[in-house]
């Protein structure tokens, strides 16, 4: 993918670039499954009657970088913010948490920086820093041969291609997919933990992850399967 754009064009761009009707609905779901909203809510961003605002608006944003978009908004901001808020978008620190870590009174304040369309201060930054680098830690005290983090993917002033980043995403994604999954499907968690886990996911998130998963792991598999689809 090398289209570049503010979010709405990416955002329109992304739903008008498939047919037939089907896809097109399909991607809309995916869109509306990752930023919590409704389906009729995405077709309004699509025609462009209404733009996404708040959490949903910071979810697109970064939902979007995932399918390859080079979304202007995120290249204009800090590296620390950039990464930190990937980590709020994706769900692995919730958003009232990080509200919370960072001492900011009102949600809005936290958003307008992860929009970048604040600065926020340097110490926010050095605690946006130590809870990135934490959660990494967290992870490769499970598995001492994960990869160190990238400091580019934290200081703006060095650049990240996006295929380096969609290659080193993919690998901590998939190393924290380890480490919590192997968690989760142990007796400590319940069923209903499961089910309320794969709600939260959407639908078919889990099925489609398996089969990218499945893709991934060697190129012979990833030629086998792909020829199915």
Known sequence: MDFQGNVMDCLRHFIASTDPRAETLAKKRELRDYAGVRTSTVSRWAKGTQKPVGLPYLKTMFFLETKGYVVTEIGAMDGTVRAFGRLVAAGAIPFDAARQKLSYKHGDSLLRVLHGKEKAAPDKIRTMAAIVEAGLKQARSADPQMPKWDPALLHPQ?????????????????????????????????????????????????????????QLCSEKAREIISKKQ
């Not at 901590?172 to 968690?189: H, I, T, W």
């Open 158 to 214: 060095k650049t990240v291609s996006e295929k380096e980043m969609a290659v080193e995403t993919m690998a901590y994604v998939a190393k924290l997919a380890v480490l919590f999954g192997s968690r989760v499907v142990s007796d400590d968690f319940t069923a209903e933990d499961r089910r309320r886990m794969r709600a939260l996911a959407g639908d078919e998130t889990f099925f489609r992850a398996s089969n990218l998963m499945s």
